[in-house]
């Protein structure tokens, strides 16, 4: 057994034209019914006790919505500094 046997995380891959959420009624849509609970799930994946979310194109994740920027604001605690 491992550390992350029957944990799950949310990999958020928003590109056209697969994937794309257009608006902010939408994203609070997607915020709100399926990662929040996600999140509050017991199996969601935590290392050091933080959340594990993996944003695909995180540069245009972080541009395209104010909902967005709100949320990583809320799960960071402050300006999220974004890596590859």
């Not at 909902?67 to 999220?80: H, K, N, W, Y």
Request: aromatic residues 14%; glycine residues 2%.
């Amino acid at each position: 057994m491992t550390l992350f046997d029957d944990s799950f995380f949310i990999s958020l891959c928003n590109t056209a034209p697969l994937f794309v959420v257009q608006n902010e009624s939408d994203w609070k849509a997607m915020i709100y019914r399926d990662w929040l609970p996600a999140f509050h799930h017991p199996s969601y994946l935590r290392i050091d006790n933080r959340l594990v979310f993996k944003i695909i194109n995180a540069l245009q994740f972080y541009q395209v919505s104010s909902t967005a920027v709100i949320l990583v604001r809320l799960l960071c605690g402050s300006e999220p500094g974004l890596t590859s």
